[in-house]
């Protein structure tokens, strides 16, 4: 089955270490977002790739880096410059840029100890 | 810049109708969009509409637009247990060369 996996599920992190979120998908879709959801906040653009070696920051870039090295694959770290990266991240995907369908991963839940 | 505005919560009862709100405000958004995301999972295309509709309707699911106020709704008929989630609106900004904005989200809880 086609379908976009984040893992891990559920994270912990002491402070001061930096993490990688994993986002996997097989569907050949070109584009891939990373968002970020809190309580009431909904959800907020971290980074996105419109395309394989490409990507752009978001809203709330600051503390995240990704990499785009293959186009099935979007990780993102959070490094301990992120000051409050206790979040449910989620990875999307959409099959070219604009494309308002987006595919959503199940979610990873980080918590920093 | 843009903004979608959704109120947060919503509580209705088994077998009643829902009505989830949102206002945007990119005049030129070509689509309009309602996601529904279960508890810890993530999000998933409900329904969309073109924006020269005022409406569609799919089973249950009703979407009506109005333009000249950039509001946008979503009515659900029989709201039953596993309607239960949050609901999100998002607009396509800039023609679509830039992501997808969202709305905060709506709460929608059922009670039986």
């Known amino acids: 089955d086609g379908g976009i996996t984040q893992s891990p599920k559920y994270l912990f992190r002491k402070e001061g270490q930096n993490v990688t979120l994993s986002c996997e998908q097989n569907?050949?879709?070109?584009?891939m977002y990373w968002y970020r959801q809190d309580p009431g906040q909904g959800l907020r653009l971290i980074y996105y790739?419109?395309?394989?070696?490409d990507f752009q920051k978001g809203d709330i870039a600051e503390g995240y880096s990704v990499s785009r090295e293959k186009k099935e694959s979007f990780p993102l770290t959070v490094t301990s410059a992120q000051k409050n990266p206790t979040a449910f991240y989620l990875c999307?995907?959409?099959?070219?840029w604009g494309a308002g369908e987006l595919f959503f991963g199940e979610g990873s839940r980080l918590t920093v100890l | 810049g843009e903004d979608v505005e959704q109120s947060l919560f919503l509580s209705v009862r088994e077998g009643d109708s829902s009505v989830i709100n949102c206002t945007y405000t990119d005049s030129s958004s070509t689509y309009l969009y309602w996601y529904k995301q279960e508890p810890g999972a993530g999000l998933q295309l409900l329904t969309y509409i073109f924006s020269n509709m005022d409406m569609k309707q799919d089973q249950r699911l009703t979407v009506l637009l109005n333009k000249k106020d950039k509001h946008l709704s979503l009515r659900i008929a029989d709201t039953q247990t596993g309607d239960s989630a949050i609901y999100f609106c998002a607009e396509t900004v800039n023609s679509g060369n830039t992501p997808l904005v969202f709305g905060k989200g709506t709460r929608l809880s059922v009670i039986a």
């Open positions: 790739s419109q395309i394989v070696n």
């Open positions: 569907l050949n879709h070109d584009a």
């Open positions: 999307a995907s959409s099959m070219g």
